[in-house]
């Protein structure tokens, strides 16, 4: 893998896509700067180097223009002091005023662009910004791994202008390694925990799992139309009645494929969507009508306990509830204390997915886990094509 420790930059000047997606409150204060805080390292050994630093990045999902809330210039301060030095800050990403900042640049300092996306073109994937972007630096470092499942100019089309100058940064290649030692382990057994809303969305994720993984565990709203598709009572919980027959299919291919799926057996009802409804544990196959799973039950959970505390290889795909009510998250905070009691004992564990981060760090377990992946789409679009736009741009 061509990463930045294979680099050196030494009189370089290195333009860097990083991830600096960060979520702002009123004031446009900083409230999560975990993405942040993971491009430090990549930055750090440009500098070490005795390179220069140029940062692009995007915020938010502005209209193609400039949007005050969307500006990267909330961030400058911030990243100065992270970084321990003063954040020089261009006003435009691309034009006369980038090139002018990008050109007074020396070895040490580090300079960030304006966001990309208020210049559609980024998004558009358009070559010609691509090709203005890539004159503001000698070598192009992709450290984005969050949006390297999109084909914008910034994270695929620039990397083109490099043919012998690109590499990943830390955050890409440390993703990388961990997704590749999930799909590609000689340890067993494998187990992949899915879980989330829907069944639509992890179809091909599934699918492509199936050839992979010892253990499939499911859990969620999406174990409703598993258990409908087997000719449950499922009362008012969520169902796709249109994928009852793709619930049956996956069912059928893991058998033929050796494959041990685990469903609820179990589960926590809730008379209404709200953390005030009245509650209930039931067996899943005979919800009644009008009240709706919202959790796995106990049952379950010692029966996922005892898959997980025996496996090698976790990655763990969405909660196991709804998990922001405290009335219906035991079941996730379950599964996540079984992930950290089998990690304990020596298996790999990676953390992928909005839901699952957003669960593991609700319960401040990320660092009792192998690795929590900082891209959920990026991550599951990898596991289902086997490649990204992004990585591709660096590796071929």
């Known amino acids: 893998m061509k990463t930045v420790d294979n680099y050196n930059f030494a009189g370089k000047k290195a333009l860097v896509r990083v991830d600096f997606n960060v979520p702002l409150d009123a004031a446009f204060s900083i409230t999560d700067d975990t993405r942040m805080r993971a491009a430090l390292p990549t930055i750090n050994k440009i500098l070490k180097d005795g390179g220069a630093v140029v940062l692009m990045s995007h915020l938010g999902r502005p209209k193609d223009v400039p949007e005050e809330k969307y500006s990267l210039k909330h961030i400058v301060a911030h990243l100065s002091d992270l970084l321990g030095l003063p954040v020089k800050f261009a ?15 020396k070895a040490g300092e580090v300079l960030l662009l304006e966001n990309l996306r208020f210049h ?23 450290d984005a791994f969050g949006t390297a499942h999109r084909a914008h100019a910034s994270t695929t089309i620039v990397a083109k202008f490099f043919p012998n100058d690109k590499v990943f940064g830390y955050v890409m290649a440390n993703e990388l390694a961990s997704i590749n030692k999930v799909l590609n382990s000689k340890e067993r057994p494998v187990t992949a925990i899915m ?34 598709a087997l000719h449950g009572k499922v009362g008012s919980s969520l169902v796709e009645e249109d994928k009852l027959a793709i619930a049956l299919k996956i069912l059928k291919e893991g058998k033929e494929k050796g494959v041990n799926i685990y469903i609820p057996v179990d589960t926590v009802i809730g008379d209404a969507f709200s953390n005030d409804a009245k509650k209930q544990t039931v067996e899943i196959t005979n919800i009644p009508d009008g ?7 106990p049952v379950t959970e010692k029966n996922y306990d005892e898959v997980i505390k025996n496996s090698k290889i976790i990655l763990w795909n969405g909660p196991m509830g709804v998990f922001e009510m405290s009335s ?36 401040h377990l990320g660092d009792q886990v192998s690795y929590v992946s900082t891209g959920g789409g990026a991550l599951l679009e990898y596991i289902e094509s086997g490649s990204l736009p992004g990585v591709e741009a660096i590796e071929y």
Request: charged content about 20%.
């Open 91 to 105: 006003t435009d990403s691309v034009g006369a005023i980038a090139q002018t900042a990008a050109a007074d640049l």
């Open 120 to 142: 559609k073109q980024e998004t558009a994937g358009t070559e010609s910004f691509a090709q203005e972007l890539s004159t503001l630096g000698n070598v192009y470092v992709n």
């Open 195 to 228: 879980g989330g809303a829907k069944v639509s969305g992890k179809i091909l994720i599934i699918e492509n799992l199936l050839d992979k993984i010892d253990n499939l565990i499911i859990g969620g709203g999406m174990a409703y139309t598993f258990i409908k």
């Open 291 to 297: 009240w709706m799973g919202l959790d796995i039950g």
């Open 328 to 363: 219906f998250e035991h079941g996730t905070k379950a599964v996540a204390d079984s992930i950290v009691k089998a990690t304990k004992k020596g298996a790999y564990s990676l953390i992928g997915g909005g839901d699952s981060v957003a669960a593991i760090n609700k319960y």
